[in-house]
């Protein structure tokens, strides 16, 4: 099945040629409470975010309630939590989510979630969402991915973790379902992450060997991470976002407060601009600078008949006489003219 270079959302091509999709993660930066919810929709608009992003699952639906071992985390931002407690914590109350998409619908920012099971994905088709996120741990659920596929609709899928090979066969079981409006973004599913275990180049290799739109599921700390990717051909960026961290929650300590956001925003739509395209057309500047170049000029008082010499002609700013290239060629020879210091030396004036 013939991959796609371009991912459409709504009204938006993803990909090469496109400035980078900008994506502000709610996850459980809510801390509980509705009116926050809301308040970070609006925050995320004013920051430039192009999209927000919840997650969809309860306790219930992501784990089971159990207290032995295998349920409890070892080690990371969240060792010692128990997995139900912390989900308890975390997730977004599905009775919020119509609210919270007809409230981003209204404001005009898009809105996609992340299902964690079939129940969630019927439940998101309810509501009809335009696109999917799929979360790096769910890369080899592959009934997940058939159930989100066979919703023909478009998928950022996250593949932190992933071998290669897992993530052909995520891929593959999303194609199975004549669904090719796939991204991926490469993720380092660590929390926070650390800068030099990113290995960024990555993006590049993975946009060649997947042949879809590719991007950055960002978890370090500042924008370094996620302006540099967009210069290495990342077509997407996703960020924590809260409203402080001061708001205590799960997810605090890796997201991004909406001056931050808004300053990663401004150094990736300059980066944009910087890269710009493949030219060696001189800018308007630089023409005008190209008269501050080297040329060759008389350097002393010469009576015509004279020749020219090292001692009565330099090569020196600005750029109004012959070019330096020509320098060997004219000396020795004789001028026509009396010419002044300071005169542009020019062919006319040489026999």
């Known amino acids: 099945m013939t991959q796609t270079k371009q991912l459409q959302i709504k009204n938006r091509s993803i990909g090469d040629g496109n400035p980078a999709y900008l994506i502000a993660e709610m996850s459980a930066n809510h801390a509980g409470d509705m009116g926050r919810a809301l308040e970070i929709i609006h925050a995320a608009k004013e920051s430039g975010a192009d999209c927000i992003k919840i997650q969809t699952y309860t306790p219930d639906t992501i784990t089971l309630n159990c207290n ?12 010692g939590e128990n997995l139900y407690e912390l989900y308890g914590k975390a997730y977004t109350p599905w009775e919020w989510q119509g609210r919270l998409k007809e409230e981003a619908d209204k404001i005009g920012i898009d809105f996609f979630s992340t299902p964690f099971d079939k129940t969630a994905v019927d439940f998101l088709e309810e509501l009809k969402v335009d696109f999917y996120k799929i979360a790096s741990f769910e890369v080899v659920d592959i009934p997940l991915l058939k159930a989100v596929a066979a919703t023909q609709k478009p998928i950022v899928m996250s593949v932190g973790m992933a ?38 180049k990555t993006l590049q290799d993975m946009k060649e060997r997947f042949g879809v739109p590719v991007g950055l599921s960002d978890h370090s700390m500042g924008n370094i991470a996620a ?21 205590e929650n799960p997810d605090v300590s890796f997201s991004m407060e909406p001056e931050e956001f808004a300053e990663m925003v401004k150094n990736i739509r300059l980066a944009e601009k910087a890269m710009g395209k493949v030219s060696y057309e001189l800018s308007a ?30 090569v020196v700013r600005p750029a109004y006489g012959m070019e330096p290239k020509y320098y060997e060629m004219v000396l020795g020879k004789k001028v026509k003219e009396d010419l002044k210091f300071g005169t542009p030396l020019s062919f006319d004036v040489i026999e």
């Open 68 to 79: 032995n071992e295998f349920f409890t985390l070892s080690g990371g931002t969240w060792k």
């Open 227 to 247: 302006v540099t990717a967009v210069a290495l051909g990342a077509n997407i960026i996703e960020k924590h976002f809260c409203l402080s961290r001061d708001i």
């Open 285 to 314: 500047a630089e023409k005008e600078s190209r008269n501050t170049r080297k040329s060759i000029f008389v350097s002393a008082d010469i009576k015509k008949g004279e020749v020219l010499t090292p001692e009565n002609i330099r």
């Open 163 to 200: 071998t290669t090979e897992e993530i052909e066969e995520a891929m593959k079981a999303i194609y199975s379902q004549g669904n090719t409006q796939l991204a991926i973004l490469k993720c380092s599913s660590v929390y926070p992450a650390i800068p030099d275990t990113m290995n960024l």
